[in-house]
Structures are given as structure tokens and as C-alpha cells.
């Protein structure tokens, strides 16, 4: 079996004879992440004649069933995505040093905190000959806040900061999501400028959300969708509060929250929730296993995020399937929108300014129409699967130079 010219790699590389193909180790905090975000690089990885391992804290049958579908091998790892305990991290980075040394993989790619530091600093300890991580946002440690962050947030940072310094001056290639968050990692010195890429989010398969499922209006009222995890920092509590607002003003829309709540300590409570959609504020689906009917049946994407987003997956989604983008004016939110154009960027955690634009497409029947169109423009220059499954493809395996 011959590899094609971009799977041969550089001399980093070591040399694989046909009975052993080039492989690689992914490496994720979630198993539904691994085949939600990166099942179309899987696949195309394993197209092209690599071995796929896909390692996960949570799997179970289905998860498993669908990562050998798309060609990769799942194993599960003991790693704790949430938790704190230093101890438990240390363990969990000899065991994938454990693993790396079984499996020898050529390359590693991790992504988020912690498969990007604990997996990068495996595989290096491991002597993996290609390391490369990415950083899909850098969370609620680096949130800006208008106050001084108290001092045990700032220690914190610090701390982070410091152990992405360990792990990016170890790997070959640091890839961001967005501008602000290489500008933070490199100001600060953890992250060398000559390894730091950038790279437009993870990508939507645009034969998968496609805006031909949007359902016509037919008089219904006009529908504003949040998707995603109920994490505080996405914006839920604001998104309420401004739906209360645009009632108020006499208004009639829909807002359906489409998400389940989360391990995550700053996980909104069932409580919470569940009073808004009893009061009817908003109508709450719970965690649902496919976003397409749902965002099918919307007009408006909103996202009021602060969480400091790669590129947010769930905007993308909504801009594939043709709708129109309220979204903050926050890192990696506001590389979605061009305001006015697909939509509108609003500052963080103003349930006003929120609600002045929910507004404006209330107030004008035809906008979000003319919003989702250029969302679709958008999506398909910018946000397009292949188009960003190419360019991880060349920083994964970079071509070999001829001689």
C-alpha cells in the first residue's frame, strides 16, 4: 500500500513498513465529543489509510459502536474532565504515558484543558514523534470580567498558564480557534509564536445541516433557539431575562433552550431551568441526540456567551442550517457574525442589548430571512468542514519537503 504524499510525513516521522500504517492517538474529554466534533477528521484519517485510536473517559456501547463505524478504535482512559484533584490528574498522565509506550503512535492530538495538557506531556514523556493540540477555547479560568478577578481565580490562571507552558514548548504545533486566545498564550509566553496556528473552529459538515430543513413561518410566531450545554457562562439566565423584556414590549416570539445540564461545576441547576420553562418564559427540551429539527423549526440562533469559545460548534450549526446569529461581542463568538450583515453581536451579559436586538427582527419581518442567507454565505466560505478538515489534515501530517 502506497500513502499519498501528505501522509508520509517529515523526518520526525519514523518510517512505517506496509504492514504497519501511520497512526494516531485523539485524544478528548468526552466520547460524544470525539464523534460530534471530530468524526469527520476520523473518518477522513482512517480514508486515507492511518490507524485511529480514539480515547475517551466515558464510553459505553453506543459511543464505542459509533467510533468503530467511522474506522477508529475507542479506548477508554480514566481521566476526570471537571475535577481538581492533582493526584488523580498525575495518575491519570502515567497511564496514558503507559498507553502511548503499548500503542506507539506516530502522532498524538489532543484537545481541550485537560487531554491538552496531561496527553501532551504523555506523549512527550512517551517520545510520540508528533505531538499536536488544540486549544478549543480557553474556558471559565480566562473569563474577563469588568472587576479585578479575586485572588484564588488569579492563582488559577497562573497556575493554567504555567502547565500549557510545559505542554506548548513540548508539541510541534499549537492550534487556536481564535485571535485572542494565541494572543493571550503567546503574550504570556506560553505558547511560542512560531508553533501557533490559527484554524476557524471545528467545522459543520454542510451535506449533514443543511437550510433547506427550515420549516416555512406559516404565521407562526417568530422563533429564537439556544443549543448547547447549560453551563452558566452560555448565557441562559441572560437570554430569559431578555425574553421577559421583549413581552413586555408587546412582542410574540417563541425561544426554545435545546441542551441538557452538565458535569461542570457552573452547570445551571434543574431547578432553575425548569421554573423558566413552567412559567413559560422559554421552552426547554432537555438534551436531545440530533439539533436539526430543532433548529428547523427557528429563525434566530441566539448565543449571549462569555465562556471564552474556540468558535462555537452551535453557531456554526445554526448558520448551516440558514438561520441568523445573535451572539456576543466576546473571543471566538464574535468570528460567527459580521454585524448587520448575518446578524447581530451584543456585549456580554446585557440582557438588554440582547433584547433591543431580538427587536429588531420582531419588528422587521424580513430581516432574519435576509440574515440567515448571508449566514449560509458565511458558513460555506469560512466554516465549511472540508475546508478545515484540509488545513488540520496539513498541521497533523505536514508533507515531506522534496529533497
Given at each position: 500500500m502506497f500513502l499519498p504524499l501528505w501522509l508520509t510525513g517529515k523526518s520526525d516521522l519514523r518510517f512505517r513498513p506496509e504492514t504497519r500504517p501511520l497512526s494516531i492517538a485523539i485524544l478528548a474529554n468526552s466520547a460524544e465529543s470525539l464523534y460530534n466534533f471530530r468524526g469527520d477528521l476520523i473518518r477522513s484519517l482512517v480514508d486515507n489509510g492511518m490507524r485511529a485510536y480514539a480515547l475517551a473517559p466515558d464510553y459505553d456501547a453506543v459511543s464505542k459502536a459509533r467510533l468503530r463505524d467511522l474506522g477508529a478504535i475507542p479506548i477508554d482512559i480514566q481521566l476526570d474532565r471537571n475535577g481538581t484533584n492533582l493526584i488523580r490528574d498525575f495518575i491519570c498522565l502515567m497511564e496514558l504515558c503507559k498507553l502511548f509506550r503499548r500503542i506507539r503512535p506516530d502522532i498524538f492530538f489532543g484537545y481541550f484543558m485537560k487531554p491538552v495538557i496531561y496527553g501532551g506531556l504523555a506523549a512527550w514523556l512517551a517520545r510520540v514523534p508528533r505531538r499536536v493540540v488544540m486549544v478549543a477555547g480557553l474556558g471559565y479560568v480566562f473569563i474577563d470580567n469588568d472587576q479585578k478577578p479575586a485572588r484564588k481565580l488569579r492563582f488559577l490562571r497562573l497556575f493554567v498558564t504555567w502547565l500549557y507552558s510545559l505542554v506548548f514548548h513540548r508539541v510541534d504545533k499549537i492550534i487556536f480557534q481564535n485571535r485572542d486566545d494565541l494572543a493571550v498564550m503567546v503574550e504570556a509566553g506560553a505558547a511560542p509564536p512560531d508553533r501557533a496556528v490559527l484554524i476557524d473552529g471545528s467545522g459543520v459538515n454542510l451535506d449533514r445541516f443543511q437550510s433547506k430543513n427550515?420549516?416555512?413561518?406559516?404565521?407562526?410566531?417568530?422563533?429564537?433557539?439556544?443549543?448547547?450545554?447549560?453551563?452558566?457562562?452560555?448565557?441562559?439566565?441572560?437570554?430569559?431575562?431578555?425574553?421577559?423584556?421583549?413581552?413586555?414590549?408587546?412582542?410574540d416570539v417563541d425561544v426554545f433552550v435545546v441542551g441538557g445540564l452538565d458535569s461542570n461545576p457552573s452547570s445551571l441547576q434543574e431547578k432553575d431551568v425548569s421554573a423558566w420553562h413552567s412559567a413559560g418564559v422559554i421552552n426547554w427540551t432537555g438534551k436531545v441526540d440530533d439539533v436539526r429539527s430543532w433548529l428547523g423549526q427557528a429563525d434566530v440562533f441566539v448565543l449571549p456567551s462569555y465562556y471564552r469559545e474556540g468558535i462555537p460548534r452551535s453557531t456554526q450549526e445554526a448558520m448551516a442550517m440558514g438561520l441568523a446569529i445573535i451572539t456576543t461581542d466576546a473571543p471566538g463568538c464574535r468570528e460567527t457574525v459580521e454585524d448587520g450583515r448575518n446578524g447581530f453581536l451584543v456585549p456580554v451579559r446585557s440582557p438588554q442589548a440582547l433584547a433591543d436586538a431580538m427587536i429588531q427582527y420582531a419588528e422587521q419581518p424580513d430581516l432574519a430571512a435576509r440574515h440567515g442567507q448571508a449566514s449560509l454565505e458565511l458558513v460555506a466560505r469560512k466554516f465549511d468542514v472540508k475546508i478545515i478538515n484540509r488545513k488540520m489534515l496539513e498541521f497533523l501530517i505536514p508533507a515531506t519537503s522534496p529533497e
Open positions: 427550515l420549516a416555512p413561518r406559516n404565521g407562526r410566531p417568530l422563533t429564537f433557539i439556544w443549543t448547547g450545554r447549560l453551563l452558566r457562562e452560555k448565557g441562559v439566565a441572560e437570554l430569559v431575562e431578555a425574553t421577559r423584556i421583549v413581552r413586555e414590549r408587546g412582542h
